[in-house]
């Protein structure tokens, strides 16, 4: 199993314990899209006690890279995600909170 096969397997296994439905597809396309820092043990994780974690987030996923326009809902969006794999969850893998973010926003076209 290469790493990358592992590391979507790591995150199917998080969503299921979590009883989060997901598209296994669109995780692994989610996934490829972060690139190599998903191997990378501080940033393959979102800090969502951090406020400019989540602008980074809001700016340079939402905004730069689906293309949303800014405002309220963004923030809206981030927070749901945020209570869908829990506030206390110290395990908030990048390519799980952008999976998230994906099907929030149903930009699901962008990953096709």
Not at 31 to 53: Q, R
């Amino acid at each position: 199993m290469s790493k990358f096969d592992e590391m979507v397997s790591l995150y199917e296994g998080e969503f299921k314990s979590l009883k989060v439905s997901f598209d296994a597809d669109l995780l692994r396309a989610v996934t490829k899209g972060c690139g190599p820092v998903i191997y990378l043990p501080d940033a393959s994780k979102v800090s969502s006690s951090d406020k400019a974690e989540l602008d980074r987030v809001k700016t340079n996923f939402l905004v730069k890279k689906l293309g949303l326009k800014d405002g309220p809902e963004l923030d809206k969006g981030i927070q749901h995600v945020v209570d869908t794999l829990g506030a206390s969850n110290r395990n908030k893998y990048r390519a799980m909170f952008y999976y998230l973010l994906v099907k929030h926003f149903k930009k699901e076209s962008m990953y096709k």
